[in-house]
């Protein structure tokens, strides 16, 4: 038990550095990696590359962390689990989220307010600036996205972002 302990605590000790001037580094999770666009395990890296980066290995336990703090806030609108609330349902669910979004397109929608046919999102949907969240942060969102469970029920009523046609891309349908 005690080296168990001692392999814990060292697996923990590169996460107390900092890569991107003030994210805490929490690289280093156990876990095989998942392959782009397919659900990762909770806990568990997901393989990730954006158009002219290198492949970054997310972190699902990061992605948790990054999903609710106050500048990026996925939860406030998408759910403690992506499942929805004021705006859709961003589960893997191929009936009621986003089904398999790839890495590229989730980068898109979250760094550039785009959807998966290159047109603009909702308006009220926050774009992640670099200053925010730097490359590893999406790539341990998504990897945290991918990990949830799908819901596939679908909300006893429309999110209220996507009442408002204008707004509504219909990613989640």
């Known amino acids: 038990m005690i080296s168990l302990s001692s392999a814990a605590l060292a697996a ?9 001037g003030g994210t805490p580094a929490m690289g280093g999770a156990a876990g095989t990696p998942g392959a782009a666009g397919a659900p990762a395990t909770a806990g568990a890296p ?5 158009a002219g980066a290198g492949a ?4 699902a336990s990061r ?5 609710v703090k ?27 989220g986003i089904g398999a ?34 490359e590893q942060d999406i790539a341990d969102l998504y990897a945290f996205q991918q990990a949830q469970p799908a819901f596939d029920t679908p909300p006893a009523d ?6 408002d046609t204008m707004c509504c891309t219909g990613e989640h349908k």
Not at 46 to 50: F, H, L, N, V
Not at 63 to 67: E, K
Not at 74 to 81: F, K, P, S, Y
Request: with cysteine; hydrophobic share 40%; proline share 7%.
């Open 56 to 59: 970054l290995t997310g972190d």
């Open 63 to 67: 992605g948790a962390l990054l999903w």
């Open 70 to 96: 106050p500048i990026l806030g996925c939860n406030g609108c998408h759910g403690a689990h992506a499942e929805g609330g004021t705006a859709p349902n961003i589960t893997t669910s191929v009936t009621a």
């Open 12 to 20: 923990l000790l590169p996460a107390c550095g900092s890569t991107d």
């Open 46 to 50: 997901a393989t990730a590359g954006a």
């Open 158 to 163: 429309t999110p209220i972002f996507c009442k």
């Open 101 to 134: 979004f790839t890495y590229a397109q989730f980068h898109a929608a979250v760094r550039e307010g785009k959807n998966k046919q290159g047109g603009a999102l909702c308006p009220v949907m926050t774009m992640v600036l670099p200053s925010d969240g730097s």
